[in-house]
């Protein structure tokens, strides 16, 4: 069975005539894609949840109860965050979820967090990390092998939680490793930052690099529990920003800077399977121009059907399970050459067999990505 998800952003407009069993089914989909609130506030605007039966309705309701709750607490902690920096001489730029939400952009709508992520000036991270270190937030990886990880070959320091509140921060200084295929230097996405109005010293991305953001953390990371909000996300982001004129050629003209062809392709190409957004006809040749060779957009779009599914039972087909590892195993070469890669599957695969401290299996296998 497809995701009966996929038809709620795919015909937005017409509401689905599902029985109770379906609604089941589709709830269960909702959470595995974290997508309940999105699903919920889709409802609310639409006026239609009075329409629901009452046991799925529940559900929604409470989800949306969860969502305001939340956009409080990230509200609070973006100005938390901001504070702690206020003494350090860095543009602080929201990435993905924080982004979305601090700009007002569609995104937001209906999103739970798990995290915030920022980026600051590679040169300040020191002082960042100290900052935020004197106003509640630590690092808890005691592991040598995983600070290094982090510290040399990512694009990004160890997560940090507030010892109080439990919130945790993840600070970038660019948006893909430095070993990575696609390589970005963060200082070229700084300049070009935007100011938030009401957020003193908050930033975002600008929107076409945003959006890239959005396509190559989708396209290269590997984890596609979540793969299908993911794309949602950019397809919010394209009807929003594709209004301006000159969104589109920008767009493509910022992916041959940056080297981010390829993930931006994969993205156009299941955003207009999905939910039939595209790019404008005028500019087909140019999208043409970044799409990989034959063999790899079949292959890619073989496995990217399977795996930008919810990942539940009733979405499961033949190959499932080993498409996404498939594209795990992709990202990883994506993002680091064979003699970083080896030796770091194969301490994960350790970690994973045999835990120590006490962990689970499950939960050592998470310590590095």
Known sequence: MKSLLVQVWARPDEQPAWTLSEWETVLGQARQARLLGRLARHYA???????????PRLYLEGALRLIERQHHEVQWEALCIRRALMGVDTPVVMLKGAAYFVAGLPPRHGRLFSDIDIMVEKERLPEVEGALFRHGWISEERDAYNQRYYREW??????????????????????????????????????RAVAIDGWEGVYVLAPVDMVLHSAVHLFQEG????????LLDINDLLLHFGTDPGFWGALFARARDLGL??????????????????APQDLERTLQDIRPNWIARQLMSALLNRALQPLHPSCDGPGSDFARWLLYI??????????LIVPHLTRKAYMRYFPKDGKTAMNAGQAVR
Do not use: C
């Open 154 to 191: 990512m694009h990004e320091i160890p997560p940090m939680t507030h010892v109080q509140r439990g919130t945790v921060i993840d600070v970038h200084h660019t948006i893909t490793p430095p070993t990575s295929r696609f390589k970005v230097d963060g200082a070229r996405l700084l300049e």
């Open 223 to 230: 984890e596609f529990s979540h793969g299908l909000r993911d």
């Open 45 to 55: 605007d639409h006026h239609w949840l009075m329409t629901v039966p009452k046991q």
């Open 261 to 278: 062809g390829e993930p931006l392709f994969h993205a156009l190409h299941h955003t207009q399977r999905l939910f039939g957004t595209r």
């Open 330 to 339: 992709r990202s990883h070469y994506l993002r680091m050459p064979w003699y």
